[in-house]
């Protein structure tokens, strides 16, 4: 069974930066895809994916996001994080981090990014 566990959110003011973490138990890299994806308090916006890399270490941005934000992991600790620079305020959401893996579908509980002056 697969765990997740995010930090690393807070409050920021726009151009600011945060990194989040996402910690796991449980096999989470081979075949499979780990990634962050964010939901906004909008009405009628959906989740949405941020970020991914798959086991062959192929990367995927948000079009919202390239150039600003960098995923990467880290096989040896089990864990993968999200490095988010120069924020705006349509990046406040909750982000959450995910593993597709060959035993299911996994998500973390969530963790709040407010960009904010």
């Known amino acids: 069974q697969v765990q997740l566990m995010e930090s690393g959110g807070g409050s920021v003011q726009p151009g600011g930066s945060l990194t989040l973490s996402c910690a796991a138990t449980?096999?989470?890299?081979?075949?499979?895809?780990v990634g962050w994806y964010r939901q906004s308090q909008t009405p009628g916006k959906q989740r949405e994916l941020v970020a991914s890399i798959t086991g062959r270490g192929r990367i995927t941005y948000a079009d919202s996001v390239t150039g600003r934000f960098i995923i990467s992991r880290d096989i040896a600790k089990n864990m993968f994080q999200l490095q988010m620079n120069s924020l705006r305020p349509e990046d406040t959401a909750v982000y959450y981090c995910?593993?597709?893996?060959?035993?299911?579908?996994?998500w973390g509980q969530g963790t709040q990014v407010t960009v904010s002056s």
């Open positions: 449980g096999y989470i890299f081979g075949s499979g895809v």
């Open positions: 995910n593993a597709q893996v060959f035993t299911g579908n996994f």
